[in-house]
């Protein structure tokens, strides 16, 4: 009587943990389908964001060419690890500082215009940098 109490007992173990066990793949495929998903939209906003950077950048190039060669060459030169002396560092110090004084005076200027853009800039000839006015 015992065995047989214990066969049914087993029985109903068995039954259980297979229930347990589909509902335990279920949810396994529940979770690769929501992994899938979310890597597909991952996916999709990575790809929006680097055309977007894309665009930014083409539109950089055409309206600041020179600016853009100074800072991919600033920036292969500190990958390539040339920031090592002492003289560098210092020449870095000055260029920021410069960077930092042309940048506090343009926007200096276009508070004082009324916030010009860059596109009321208009070029009256002559050299580089020369000839401008604001209007």
Same mark, same amino acid.
């Given at each position: 009587? !015992?065995?047989n109490?214990?066969q049914?007992?087993?029985?109903?173990?068995?039954q259980?943990?297979?229930?347990?066990?589909?509902?335990?793949?279920?949810?396994?495929?529940?979770?690769g389908?929501?992994?899938?998903?979310d890597?597909q939209?991952?996916?999709?906003? =990575?790809?929006?964001?680097s !055309?977007d950077? !894309?665009? @930014?950048l083409?539109e950089?190039v055409?309206?600041?060419? @020179?600016t853009?060669l100074g800072?991919?060459a600033?920036?292969g @030169?500190?990958?390539?690890?040339?920031?090592?002396?002492?003289l560098?560092?210092?020449?870095?110090? =000055? =260029?920021?500082?410069?960077?930092?004084?042309?940048?506090?005076?343009?926007?200096?200027?276009r508070?004082a215009?009324?916030?010009?853009?860059?596109?009321?800039v =208009?070029s009256?000839g002559?050299g580089?940098?020369?000839?401008?006015q604001w209007h």
């Amino acid at each position: 009587m !015992e065995e047989n109490m214990n066969q049914a007992s087993n029985g109903a173990d068995f039954q259980s943990s297979q229930r347990s066990g589909a509902q335990g793949q279920q949810r396994l495929v529940q979770g690769g389908r929501q992994i899938q998903s979310d890597v597909q939209q991952l996916y999709s906003h =990575v790809r929006a964001t680097s !055309e977007d950077f !894309e665009t @930014y950048l083409t539109e950089q190039v055409h309206q600041r060419p @020179y600016t853009v060669l100074g800072t991919a060459a600033a920036v292969g @030169y500190l990958l390539g690890g040339g920031l090592s002396s002492k003289l560098t560092l210092m020449a870095f110090g =000055v =260029v920021t500082r410069f960077a930092m004084a042309l940048a506090a005076r343009e926007m200096a200027t276009r508070a004082a215009t009324g916030g010009a853009d860059a596109e009321s800039v =208009v070029s009256t000839g002559g050299g580089p940098g020369e000839g401008r006015q604001w209007h």
